[in-house]
């Protein structure tokens, strides 16, 4: 098989990452989102950082 | 005696089988039998049945039952297509060994075993024409935000794409596997004949995934016809009648207005219908199929 140039391997690389970011990118998301609190849930522009994390979510969940 | 050994093997093959056999009578064959009986009849559940012929499916003959028909063919053929070839380019781009490629696979795989619950809320969250991910990244890039499924005319193709978001690695996966099954000897040759990478494609590639596009044509179209849990969650069929697919409606006929006669006509219906595509598929692609390579 013949070697494409490296341009063209770092183009092809760069665009399955953007998929691959498209995939995964929403789970990470809802992971943020699951140690919101409710402002900054609905807050805009939005964070993915929550600030600050609610473990107690979980615990809300578990119960 | 050979013929008598034939019948005593045939037996004890009846024999084993025979369970799973029995099993599958009663969880598919009779649900599907009883639709069919149902479906002359006027049923609400509650007061006794009345026989009305074939009164069912002469309602279901309307320009709204036309529409789920279009609906569901609009959103079967989407996702088949745009999965297909989406599947398929990045099959190619992935196919050999490494550390990246696996990873790459692992992310894109990773959506088709979440369940349809998750998806479809949390793509509700992120498509909110207020708060979501998706309305906040358009309009940083300066685009207007889309009504992804609130607007009659978007709605459907917004579950089409996250159909396809969600489905994106079964046939990556399916196609890398036909991929590997293609002996590396083919594009050797090809390669001392001087052939193009598209001529490799067109004639080798192509040809010998036959088998394997059969299969994903076949399954893939089963599986979106078969849509329901992304339209009960993200649009309830609405706006409007614009996201009515095929076994919501179903559905909604049979628990939303308690219309078991017709909603079992509609299941007679979709029955044949899923058989005639499978069949005009197979017919179709069994001149093209190359099984052996």
Wanted: proline fraction near 6%; glycine fraction near 8%; hydrophobic fraction near 50%.
């Amino acid at each position: 098989m013949s070697h494409p140039s490296p341009w063209v391997r770092a183009l092809t690389l760069l665009g399955l990452v953007v998929v691959a970011a498209v995939e995964v990118g929403p789970y990470l998301w809802m992971v943020a989102t699951s140690l919101k609190d409710l402002p900054s849930v609905t807050q805009f522009p939005p964070s993915l950082i929550p600030r600050p994390p609610r473990w107690d979510n979980y615990a809300k969940a578990w119960r | 005696m050979a013929s008598r050994r034939a019948r005593r093997d045939a037996r004890l093959g009846y024999a084993l089988v025979g369970p799973s056999l029995a099993l599958f009578g009663l969880v598919y064959l009779y649900p599907v039998a009883y639709s069919a009986y149902v479906s002359v009849f006027q049923w609400d559940l509650m007061t006794p049945k009345r026989y009305v012929g074939l009164a069912n499916y002469r309602e279901l003959w309307s320009p709204e039952f036309g529409e789920v028909l279009v609906n569901t063919a609009c959103y079967s053929g989407g996702v088949v297509l745009l999965a297909l070839a989406l599947g398929l380019g990045l099959a190619l781009l992935l196919n050999h060994r490494g550390a990246w490629s696996a990873a790459l696979q692992a992310c894109i795989f990773s959506s088709y075993i979440v369940s349809w619950v998750a998806v479809s809320l949390l793509w509700i969250w992120m498509l909110d024409p207020q708060y979501g991910l998706v309305t906040y990244g358009l309009r940083l890039v300066g685009l207007p935000a889309v009504n992804w499924l609130g607007s009659p005319a978007v709605a459907l193709w917004t579950l089409v794409l996250v159909t396809v978001w969600k489905t994106l690695g079964y046939p990556m996966i399916i196609y890398l596997a036909g991929l590997q099954a293609i002996p590396g000897d083919f594009y050797e040759a090809a390669a001392l004949d001087g052939a193009t990478g598209w001529n490799r494609f067109r004639f080798i590639t192509w040809p010998l995934l036959s088998p394997t596009t059969l299969f994903l044509v076949v399954t893939l179209t089963i599986a979106s016809f078969q849509g329901f849990d992304i339209v009960k969650i993200m649009t309830g069929g609405g706006p409007i009648t614009s996201t009515m697919i095929y076994v919501y409606y179903i559905y909604e006929q049979a628990f939303q207005y308690f219309r078991l006669g017709k909603a079992s006509a509609a299941v007679v219906i979709f029955f044949g219908l899923i058989l005639l595509l499978t069949l005009a598929q197979w017919l179709a692609f069994r001149k093209r199929v190359q099984y052996t390579t």
